[in-house]
């Protein structure tokens, strides 16, 4: 197959993730979670005790200890802190916390949107995120909006996250989900936003493999 770049966007829950993977399994190419990027800064910040609204700190703390991405051998990405994987610890409600607000950061961002971006150079992709047809991949080959109720999307992560161990209150992880997107889509800086060409899917009572489907046979016409 050609160089092939797909970019995956929207808010918190929609799928993406899941979704993501499934393409680029059924493609046969690397699947990167970017989301998972932002909330390994998190999850250093929380370990070394920087404030998340210190942007400063922050990339002094990233060049300390650089988040470095390995290939799993399911052909996604795992994320590296100190030498370790710390894929387990990045959807803890602690991290899910406060990702939104040191997301916001120029500098956090520009530091993560290279490392993206060495990833969709030389190979094929699937990319998910808030930012991937508007500015990392902003010549993807698809984009896609995908995006669902918001209902379901917190019932979704509701039953992710118990899966996981977690103990969480259904209204206040709505809650939390509403503000993190409100929080995502109103920075100045790579807001989480359809890129105008980019191509809307609702996943709202889809199956995975349905919506999975829907986006491989919108990559199809344009590959
Ligand atoms: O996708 P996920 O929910 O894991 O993303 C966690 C957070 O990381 C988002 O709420 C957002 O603040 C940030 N993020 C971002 N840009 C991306 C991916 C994620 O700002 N491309």
Partial sequence: MNHVRIAIDGPAGAGKSTVART????LGILYVDTGAMYRGVAWLAQ???????DE??????????????GRSEHDTVDILADGRVIT???????????????????????????????????????????DIGTVVMPDADVKIFLTADLDERARRRLSEMEGQGFCVDY???????????ARDASRPVAPLRQAPDAIVVDSTGKSVEDVADEILSIARQVL
């Fill in 23 to 26: 393409v680029a399994k059924r």
């Fill in 47 to 53: 370990t070394y005790g920087v404030s998340p609204s």
């Fill in 56 to 69: 400063a700190g922050l990339v002094a703390m990233l060049r300390e200890h650089p988040l470095t991405c």
């Fill in 88 to 130: 387990q610890e990045l959807r803890s409600p602690a991290v899910s916390g406060m990702v939104s607000e040191l997301s916001a950061h120029p500098a956090v961002r520009d530091i993560l949107t290279a490392l993206q971006r060495d990833f969709s150079r030389h190979e094929s992709v699937v990319m998910d995120g808030r």
């Fill in 171 to 181: 209204q206040e992880l709505r809650a939390t989900m509403a503000e993190r997107d």
